[in-house]
């Protein structure tokens, strides 16, 4: 009997150790696994703000190539439409100006722009 008495506790004592154990290995992988999905869940997020702000600057680039398009059209038909000849002195003087300021120094605008 002494040795019955000696072995049900320590049995019960192994099996107490055994599910503690075990429950603190489950109770690590859901830790792990709640991480885990709070990280994909944080990164999901970032891409799905990332694509929304992409979107955006794409369509405000459409509105601006659209804004750009129609300035284009508007110089080009008031060339069009501008009476041949000569250009005025205040035309010229006017784009003399623009010219100097972007830094030119070709042999025709000095020659175009010399004295203006």
Not at 15 to 23: G, H, K, N
């Amino acid at each position: 009997m002494t040795l019955g008495r000696i072995i049900a506790p320590m049995a019960g004592a192994i099996a107490i150790l055994i599910l503690v154990m075990l429950w603190q290995s489950a109770s690590h992988r859901a830790e792990t696994a709640e991480r885990d999905l709070k990280a994909e869940t944080d990164r999901a997020n970032g891409q799905t703000k990332r694509a929304g702000q992409l979107e955006q600057t794409a369509l405000k680039r459409l509105a601006d190539d659209a804004e750009v398009a129609a300035i284009g059209k508007g110089m080009n038909d008031a060339i069009s439409a501008a009476p041949a000849g000569t250009p005025s002195a205040a035309s010229v003087a006017l784009n003399c100006d623009r010219l100097r300021r972007a830094g030119a120094t070709s042999d025709a605008f000095k020659h175009i722009c010399g004295g203006h």
